[in-house]
């Protein structure tokens, strides 16, 4: 994410595509110094002020294979630049609404990958209903949105799915537990029920590019009074001035 021209969460996006990279056997991984140059470079040719810049990087060129190559190869990357607003969004402003559905998906969830089919079907899905956005289940309990972290208040007490193989871990939501400490608030991880959920006090999701972003209403049922709550106005207000306090 890029905000004023500048990196947010650099390093933490970094650490992930290694993980990541490492868990898909990738044999070499990328120079963070040389990825963060050309990241510059992007925003200084494009004039990027807000957005986004999307990295993706393939194991190489090689021969059509279901077996993964034995050699070392190089490694391709591309990257775009996306303008979009994040500061003063209108799902921030307003709120969202997310409907549920069951989470087809595999179970190496925890890997970013490009593997995302059945999160845009999702999200298709849901905006063709009306909704926003999407929050899936599995056995019961909610996993995550189609491309963001779920998560519920009630009191004091913020909580969210425990991090496995079922949920990416977003670099968002490992900062709002620093986030949420500095406001008094608790962080619980746990298995969240839809009616769990439904019964919040509020709601939101965290994500690269949403920062935090209120949910009002999920399903047919509205969340506390139906407007972005207090707490996740401050919470976002929180994260926002440490991110950009961050940035590089």
Known sequence: TVINGKLIDFNNHMKRLD???????????????????????LIELNNLKEGMIYLQVTRGVADRSFDMPKDEIKPTV?????????????????????????????????????QLLYASMAKT????????????????????????????????IIMTRHADNLILSGITRDAIFKCAKDLG????????????AQSAHEAFITSATAFITPVVK???NQI?????GKFV?????????????SAI
């Open 78 to 114: 591309l990257a775009f630049t996306q303008e979009k607003k994040i500061i003063e969004s209108e799902g921030a402003k307003n709120g969202i609404k997310v409907m549920t559905l069951d989470d087809m998906r595999w179970k190496r969830c925890d890997i970013k990958t490009t």
């Open 218 to 220: 999920i399903n047919s």
């Open 19 to 41: 993980r990541s990279m490492t868990e898909l056997k990738f044999k070499k991984l990328l120079n963070h110094k040389d990825i963060l140059e050309f990241h510059r470079k």
């Open 125 to 156: 899905e849901a905006t063709q209903k009306g909704f926003d956005d999407a929050w899936m289940i599995r056995q019961g309990y909610i996993t995550e949105g189609s491309s963001s972290n779920a998560w519920i208040i009630k009191g004091k």
């Open 224 to 228: 506390g009074d139906g407007k972005p």
């Open 185 to 196: 608030y608790e962080v619980v991880t746990k298995n969240i029920s839809l009616q769990d």
């Open 233 to 245: 106005t401050a919470l976002r207000e929180e994260y926002i001035k440490q991110a950009l306090a």
